[in-house]
């Protein structure tokens, strides 16, 4: 890998690696719908003009059903999951939980009709990787403070929802921009968050603290990070690109433990190698499907492109 290479990967793995930290940090203070809108909203002000320039959205505008299915399905469903459940759940173990988001996109690609995924050595990858979650939640729910079952439940959905929707992209908008996509489907979320977050603003103005983790979610852990990704997609492709999967967890384990001192014991520590095994056998190289489902982990992206 070329040295921009390096300076790329490294830098999308930190700053996909921080939003759960800001979430975390936004929640404190502001409603998950507030949230979701002010990271869409201003994110999409960035990319529609980038994808203007580069003429990325009227192809975008002609696949407009498709866009709003993804747009549902990677955003709409699992950011406002995810920001609900960081209300109860610490940002490290969300960050780990989501992270198996490969293993669900290996069951998803035999939901549709990939037959690989029941070779041995990626049913193996999804037990090894089912497996990992199970230590996770299991060692979360268990003893007092443990979060509402239903923070956990909607952690899983959010696995679900990554793990199909670049299925949409890759058999339904494969030939359209991807900065076009990604722009028009923050735009559709905002919209669809603008009159629930209208009702839901705080009594009281928000600390500085609050505000600015929505600027940082928006401006670098959405737009900056989907223009660098693209980026690192063109300097070393698709498939290394996605091993930055494994990266943005230790990044948001890190910041949790540090600044929000979350607790990081063995059998966390266990079930992220777990998870991380199991992703990778899942996922094997020149397995068909495989590159679909790897990008499919991409924070969300998770938004996930």
């Not at 600027?215 to 660098?228: D, E, K, R």
Request: proline share 6%; net charge neutral.
């Amino acid at each position: 890998m070329s040295r921009r290479g390096w300076v790329l990967f490294w830098s999308l793995g930190l700053i996909w690696g921080m939003p759960y930290f800001f979430i975390s940090v936004a929640v404190d203070e502001l409603e998950p719908a507030v949230v979701v809108f002010g990271r869409t909203s201003l994110a999409a002000l960035v990319l529609l003009f980038l994808a203007g320039r580069s003429g990325g959205l009227r192809p975008a505008l002609r696949e407009w059903r498709w866009v709003a299915t993804f747009a549902i399905v990677e955003m709409a469903i699992p950011w406002i999951l995810l920001t609900t459940a960081e209300q109860h759940v610490a940002s490290g173990l969300a960050a780990l939980i989501i992270s198996s988001v490969p293993i669900f996109g290996a069951l998803a690609a035999f939901a549709l009709g990939d037959r690989s995924a029941v070779r041995p050595v990626r049913l193996a990858g999804i037990g090894l990787g089912i497996a990992g979650v199970t230590l996770l939640v299991g060692n979360d729910l268990a003893g007092d403070g443990a979060p509402p079952w239903w923070s956990i439940a909607f952690l899983i959905v959010v696995c679900v929802c990554y793990g199909t929707a670049p299925f949409i992209i890759s058999r339904k908008l494969a030939d359209v921009p991807a900065l076009g996509v990604i722009a028009i489907s923050l735009s559709i979320v905002a919209l669809l968050y603008l009159p629930i977050a209208a009702t839901m603003l705080p009594a009281v103005a928000p600390s500085a603290g609050a505000v600015a983790s929505v600027v940082i979610l928006a401006l670098v852990c959405t737009g900056l990070a989907f223009i660098v990704f693209f980026r690192l997609i063109d300097e070393v492709g698709a498939a290394r690109a996605s091993v930055i999967t494994f990266v943005n967890p230790f990044v948001a384990v890190a910041l949790g433990a540090l600044f929000l001192d979350e607790r990081l014991d063995l059998a966390i520590a266990g079930g992220f190698v777990l998870v991380l095994g199991g992703c990778w056998l899942a996922t094997r190289p020149g397995m068909p499907g495989a590159g679909e489902i790897a990008t499919a982990v991409a924070e969300p992206a998770t938004a996930a492109p």
